[in-house]
């Protein structure tokens, strides 16, 4: 086990470093890099300022000299400068980190509560009115896009019925409202968002836990544990279920790793201040160093939750051996 958790440490590592630079040689492709954006606002800049500045800012060197600039700067600590923003990086991405931890992770503990209980349902039941209307319900989750489902709680719960906010984090230019004032204010604005991301992940989840639930009830050791005269709750959870989890544990590391990565099309129709809009307005202005950090935030997660979930497969199956 020790062996295969330091191995896979060291592919991970290796492979955060070659999609890293991967990101940052596509993002130099971008038309616009900063002393271009210098030079279209001022035109009284002459040519040697601009070399003088391309030299500065190592602008005028080859591609894996900057990168490794760059991540030299960021194993150190500095993960540079907003131009956008005109703050610190590591001050920007905070707020948004945590703005995005909150909405994935409700969205997520939601969709797990309601969709695994309701997969499960419907592979015991196959070809029921139960199951039929549990795979109708979840295909048209699956199916509806996104920033559709957005826009169509905003028209509905913003605009036709105006009970919940439209858009944003929390209430603006209110001043200290007190801890649970606050809470409520800010669980305002998460509600539609959350429903946003939860309804296409129960639909997701629960088609996921309907086929390997389905698949675990017809193997042979379901029918000798019912004919060992075990209870039916026994058969279903501790047997058919504990089998089922090795796809189960797939796609809930996948859709862990969003926890910081943010939902770009989500965040940024409800306009909610998370690491996906960040990354979104950051590619659209050109703010290298913002887009760089949340790109390879979102990348190093979802490899970390790949590991995760290799490992987890070990304690969910005991047959599996790491060698």
């Known amino acids: 086990m020790t062996t295969f958790i330091a191995r896979r440490i060291l592919q991970t590592l290796a492979v955060i470093v070659v999609l890293s630079f991967v990101v ?3 993002m130099s492709l971008m038309p616009g890099d900063p002393v271009d954006m210098m030079v279209a606002s001022n035109p009284k800049i002459t040519s040697e300022d601009v070399a003088r500045l391309k030299a500065l800012y190592g602008l005028d060197q080859p591609i894996y000299k900057r990168y490794g600039s760059w991540m030299g700067s960021l194993l ?5 400068y907003s131009r956008t923003y005109r703050v610190p990086v590591q001050e920007l ?6 703005n995005t931890f909150i909405l994935s992770f409700l969205s997520l ?3 797990i509560i309601i969709a695994v209980p309701l997969g499960v349902l419907s592979a015991l039941k196959p070809g029921s009115k139960i199951d039929t209307t549990v795979s109708l319900l979840s295909f048209a989750g699956i199916s509806i896009p996104s920033f559709w489902l957005a826009i169509v709680l905003i028209i509905i719960f913003a605009v036709k019925f105006p009970f919940l906010p439209a858009g944003g984090t ?4 209110v001043g200290d409202m007190g801890f649970w004032a606050d809470t409520w204010d800010r669980m305002k604005y998460l509600v539609l968002p959350v429903a946003s991301l939860s309804i296409q992940q129960i639909g997701r989840f ?4 309907r086929s390997a639930m389905a698949e675990a009830m017809r193997h042979d050791f379901i029918r000798t544990a019912r004919a060992k005269g075990l209870s ?3 058969v279903i959870w501790q047997h058919g279920f504990r089998n089922a989890l090795i796809p189960l544990i797939t796609i809930l590391a996948v859709s862990i790793s969003s926890l910081f990565s943010g939902a770009l099309l989500t965040e940024t129709v409800f306009a909610y201040q998370g690491v996906g809009k960040l990354v ?4 659209i202005g050109n703010d290298y160093n913002v887009a760089m950090i949340a790109l390879v935030i979102s990348v190093t997660s979802v490899l970390i939750m790949n590991l995760v979930a290799d490992i987890s497969y070990g304690f969910a199956d005991p047959r599996i051996a790491y060698k």
Not at 76 to 80: F, K, S, V
Not at 170 to 173: A, G, H, M, S
Not at 280 to 283: G, L, Q, V
């Open 280 to 283: 979104y307005d950051s590619i």
């Open 206 to 209: 629960s088609r996921f836990t």
């Open 232 to 234: 039916t709750q026994t």
């Open 170 to 173: 929390q209430t603006i230019d």
């Open 24 to 26: 940052f040689y596509m």
């Open 76 to 80: 150190t600590g500095d993960l540079g």
């Open 93 to 98: 991405l905070g707020p948004r980190l945590w």
């Open 109 to 111: 503990v939601i969709s």
